[in-house]
T-cell receptor, first 114, second 113 residues
């Protein structure tokens, strides 16, 4: 069964460093998303992406964040200068689109900023 | 501010019992409603979705939606210890050609043998 994959599973970085989180969405899906979940808190929407551009972004997704689909398969989230409060689990998701289509979540990348 | 509220629990039920999980939401324009299961340290896994008022059954799971009361619930029949997890309610609003879910904090369910 097709699934969303994410790499790395864990990432430890120093405050101020740049990190890139990678995702491979399900191949025939058109819509891609990033979410984050700070430990013990709720899942929060960051950004949605369609047709090679951002569809919508949340207040969390400030200038430190960017997304890119560098080729036909990968979807990346870059955090330019990490802060301690960026420590969280980051989930990528993809869907075929439509208001009733399931979003399939990847296993997540646990980011720890020291 | 669009809110999705859930009792954090834990909800503890004996094996074989019915577990009832509840969720309320604030945005009357919400169109789609989801229940996810999340094991500790893992990603959310979709269990059920419901779009129309009433009940929707899938195996041991029944989702109930009441848009007038802005209320969604999930019933788990014949609860098993493997059902022990955090259950996330999510409420979707249309965005472009897709939707954006707003998640609740989740209810922790413990099914004890």
């Amino acid at each position: 069964e097709p699934e969303v994959t994410q790499t790395p599973s864990h990432q430890v970085t120093q405050m101020g460093q740049e990190v890139i989180l990678r995702c491979v969405p399900i191949s025939n899906h058109l819509y891609f998303y990033w979410y984050r979940q700070i430990l013990g808190q709720k899942v929060e929407f960051l950004v949605s992406f369609y047709n090679n551009e951002i569809s919508e972004k949340s207040e969390i997704f400030d200038d430190q964040f960017s997304v890119e689909r560098p080729d036909g398969s990968n979807f990346t989230l870059k955090i330019r200068s990490t802060k301690l409060e960026d420590s969280a689990m980051y989930f990528c998701a993809s869907s075929e689109g439509g208001t009733q289509e399931t979003q399939y979540f990847g296993p997540g990348t646990r980011l720890l900023v020291l | 501010q669009k809110e999705v509220e859930q009792n954090s629990g834990p909800l503890s039920v004996p094996e074989g019992a019915i577990a009832s999980l509840n969720c309320t939401y604030s945005d009357r324009g919400s169109q789609s409603f989801f229940w996810y299961r999340q094991y500790s340290g893992k990603s959310p896994e979709l269990i059920m979705f419901i779009y129309s008022n009433g009940d929707k059954e899938d195996g041991r799971f029944t989702a109930q939606l009441n848009k007038a009361s802005q209320y969604v619930s999930l019933l788990i029949r014949d609860s098993q210890p493997s059902d022990s997890a955090t259950y996330l309610c999510a409420v979707g609003r249309a965005s472009g050609g897709s939707y954006i879910p707003t998640f609740g904090r989740g209810t922790s369910l413990i099914v004890h043998p």
